[in-house]
């Protein structure tokens, strides 16, 4: 049934949505979603048709007409206060949450919460019947979200920056970076502050740009039964329009403990191959990742016995 993905709530606010949006706009949305199909008389018809017609919450808030000052300015009616500089799929994360405070359907929870509830009632199987496709979702988030606020640092790029900084750290994260240009090389990293501070200098100091390929196969994830998520991610590094190599990273998160909500980078390894460096008849173009997903959970292990005992680095 169309429009069956909705919850209730997520209806009403999507109606609520809706009505702020131009008549013109409204209307090219309905000929969008109906494929020219219905012809609404009113502004209320319209909206109906539109709901009618959208797969789910999410799919209606991504489309085009639905701006991202719209989304931006539903949620500050609603006193979901964030910076006037997020992106359009944070508001639409945030208003997929908000829509699901307090219920137990909510999609982006069940990544987090109620995915991890059933991989402990069915010893862990739930994920591998699901394919990771919510834990993917997650990961496509969680990357938007990290390599925008990451990049916009770079002066490069013209952009003004984003949040940056140790609070998006657990205090005792992790930092493998391992490059190879000429030689290879690695270095370690511990804790929030010096961890963050690294990671701004690539692209803060040394401009470079990181893009990550997060389609066929430049992404994969995976969560524990202990709700540790892994994401790994592969792209290509650039600085200003040079192509200087790829480069694969991969991340452990961890719910903070304080707020339920929010998540922590608890180890990021991170690795860049510079054009000379790479081995004939790899493309740089869609960079994959290499691993598994038996190997990707041998990532998560070595963290759960981190979080039981802390290991000296």
Known sequence: MAGAGMTERERDGCRELLELLQTDDLLALTDTVTSRLVQPSSRQEAINVILLYSQSAEELLKRKKVFREIIFKYLAAKGVIL????????????????????????????????????????????????????????????????????????????????????????????????????????????????????????????????????NAGGLKCTVSRYGLVVVAVAGTVHRSTSCLGIFEQIFGLVRCPVRDNMWKIKFVDLSIVGQNAIEPGTHTERPRIKYEQEELQEFYVSTELALIEPQKY
Request: hydrophobic share 30%; aromatic share 12%.
């Open 83 to 214: 910076p006037p500089s997020s992106e359009k799929h944070q508001l639409v994360y945030r208003a997929k949450e908000y829509w699901c405070e307090g219920l137990n359907v909510c999609a982006s929870e069940q990544t987090y919460t109620n995915l991890n509830i059933q991989q402990q009632e069915d010893g862990g199987t739930r994920g591998d019947q699901d394919d990771n496709k919510e834990c993917h979702n997650l990961a496509e988030e969680f990357c938007q979200w990290y390599f925008s606020m990451l990049n916009s640092q770079n002066p490069l790029t013209g952009e003004p920056p984003q949040e940056w900084g140790p609070q998006h750290f657990s205090g005792d994260v992790i930092l493998k970076f391992y490059y190879n240009t000429s030689e290879q090389n690695v270095e370690v990293y511990s804790g929030a502050e010096l961890v963050s501070l690294r990671l701004l200098s690539l692209v803060k100091e040394e401009y470079l740009f990181l893009n990550p390929n997060l």
